[in-house]
């Protein structure tokens, strides 16, 4: 079960990168349902919804990230959510960040996300990355 829906997801990971190129801008986009968001840094991060407004976090964060790549441990589904387990890394002022995480998808009847919830430890993030805790998760922003 959740073949069709895994094959999606692996697709969007995929189109984050693999280390050595940058992500596909569009391409994640264009997978989102026009009012699908993403819910970043759970607990507590902000929500980011629209293809728009997804776009747009994209390229924030990749001011201060670069070869970003999904690594898939586990992943597991029903006819419309996926969970991933991951390891992914990317590259922060030349070091290069692993960390890991969970994942959950929503996708509609046409393969669409819905919805996305990425749950992971931004404390190990700063701790590798001597970044601020509360910048990192994007906080700030969604408390302007």
């Known amino acids: 079960m959740g073949q069709k829906q895994e094959a999606i997801v692996r697709e969007f990971l ?3 990168g693999d280390g050595e190129r940058v992500p596909d801008i569009e391409k994640i986009a264009s997978m989102f349902a026009p009012d699908g968001h993403w819910e970043l840094y ?3 991060g902000p929500v980011i919804r ?6 747009a976090e994209i390229r924030r964060q990749l001011g201060y990230v670069s070869f970003p790549h999904c690594g898939i441990v586990h992943i597991v589904s029903t006819d419309r959510m996926v969970a991933t387990e991951r390891v992914d890394h990317f590259t922060r002022n030349g070091k290069k960040v692993r960390h890991a995480l969970m994942a ?4 509609d009847a046409d393969g669409l996300i ?3 919830r990425e749950y992971f430890d931004t404390y190990d993030l700063s701790r590798q990355t001597g970044a601020d805790p509360a910048r990192l998760s994007g906080l700030e922003d969604a408390q302007a």
């Open 42 to 44: 759970i607990p507590g």
């Open 14 to 16: 995929s189109a984050w």
């Open 114 to 116: 819905t919805a996305w």
């Open 50 to 55: 629209g293809r728009e407004a997804i776009r």
């Open 104 to 107: 959950m998808f929503e996708l």
